[in-house]
């Protein structure tokens, strides 16, 4: 069963060690590389993946197609701690098929990339590589 974790933070690279920490120390199978998605649509997903309104919104997000169990896949992220907050989404839920539909056209995730935070831009540096 194809599954989705979608990765909320308030940096890309927060989001870009998570992904790391997921396959590392979880031992989640990607079944592809991880697509960038705008923090706004990953609030969505999770406010309806919960049925509740968020306290706070993220400001950099990313979504990977999983080849691991969903259930395994929690299980495993609960044995973790990663530095930013990671939702698995199945086709348990609601907003499922619309991902999977979502999921094509999004543009791969790059750890480097700049993002706005409060209008200012933010600069990471340092090049970040990473083979997910």
């Known amino acids: 069963m194809k599954s989705f974790a979608v990765i909320r933070a308030d940096t890309n690279l927060k989001v870009h060690t998570t992904l790391l920490d997921l396959r590392r120390y979880g031992r989640i199978v990607f079944a592809g590389p991880p697509k960038s998605m705008s923090p706004d649509y990953a609030d969505e997903i999770l406010g309806k993946v919960i049925n509740r309104p968020l306290k706070n919104k993220c400001n950099s997000a990313a979504v990977v197609s999983l080849?691991?169990?969903?259930?395994?896949?929690?299980?495993?992220?609960?044995?973790?701690?990663?530095?930013?907050?990671?939702?698995?989404?199945?086709s348990k839920h609601e907003i499922y098929d619309e991902l999977v539909e979502n999921f094509e056209i999004l543009p791969e995730f790059e750890a480097r990339k700049p993002i706005m935070i409060h209008g200012e831009e933010e600069v990471n540096v340092q090049e970040i590589t990473a083979d997910y």
């Open 67 to 90: 080849n691991t169990i969903p259930s395994v896949a929690i299980g495993k992220l609960t044995k973790i701690h990663p530095p930013a907050h990671v939702v698995i989404v199945s």
